[in-house]
């Protein structure tokens, strides 16, 4: 089955506890992203990749860090987490992003960080 | 899963009844549009696309109309049913940009 797959779904953690929030994905995708999503707001892109070992900020890549070793691989890491980055997270993978390519979504990881 | 929810306008429809959800874009740019469905504690799953080539798509049960004049997209939901009940929001992107926006979404709860 094609599928984002992302690790831990929750996690709650204290405040510059170092926590790494894994995707992959089985579809041989090109592209893929982080995204938060907040209360209120659309989603918003932290960091992302168009292939290996190519990554890009986003709209909101402060304290967030991400690797693309690996195709299939992007994991993004909360090197001093902080309490204004609980949020929900998605990692995202598309074959490619010229126009009109489809985004598919991961299920999400709630984080809470107190 | 529910928080995200909770600033979001709401849709009520009863069960049966059609839905029309709505959303303006930002960008005029914008020539690649997707609507995704966001069930509680789960990631968007795409439910339709178009291109600014077009002003109407058909899938089962939805219909995606863009007004590209005012910026407008609007999905439209035939014979809702409870399993259509989650937040839906719209995404835009434009050629060769490696980057989408999505709006906030609509809270489409259906009635018994």
């Known amino acids: 089955e094609a599928q984002v797959t992302q690790n831990p779904r929750y996690l709650i953690t204290v405040t510059g506890k170092k926590l790494t929030v894994t995707c992959s994905q089985n579809?041989?995708?090109?592209?893929m992203s982080w995204y938060r999503q907040d209360p209120g707001l659309g989603l918003r892109q932290i960091y992302y990749s168009m292939n290996v070992e190519v990554t890009d900020k986003g709209d909101v890549p402060e304290g967030y860090k991400v690797s693309r070793k690996e195709k299939r691989n992007f994991p993004l890491i909360l090197e001093s987490p902080s309490p204004n980055q609980t949020s929900l997270y998605f990692c995202?993978?598309?074959?490619?992003?010229?126009?009109?390519?489809?985004?598919?979504f991961g299920e999400g990881s709630w984080l809470t960080v107190v | 899963g529910e928080s995200v929810g909770l600033h979001l306008p709401t849709l009520s429809v009863q069960e049966g009844d059609n839905s029309i959800i709505n959303c303006a874009y930002s960008n005029s740019a914008s020539d690649y549009f997707i609507w995704y469905k966001q069930e509680s504690g789960k990631g968007p799953q795409f439910i339709i696309d178009?291109?600014?080539?077009?002003d109407k798509r058909q899938g089962q049960r939805v219909t995606v109309l863009l007004n590209k004049t005012v910026k407008h997209l609007s999905l439209q939901i035939a014979a809702t049913q409870p399993g259509d009940s989650a937040v839906y929001f719209c995404a835009e992107n434009s050629s060769g940009t490696y980057k989408y926006i999505f709006g906030t979404g609509t809270r489409l709860k259906v009635l018994a």
């Open positions: 178009i291109r600014s080539n077009m």
């Open positions: 579809m041989n995708h090109e592209y």
């Open positions: 995202a993978s598309s074959p490619g992003m010229i126009s009109g390519n489809t985004i598919y």
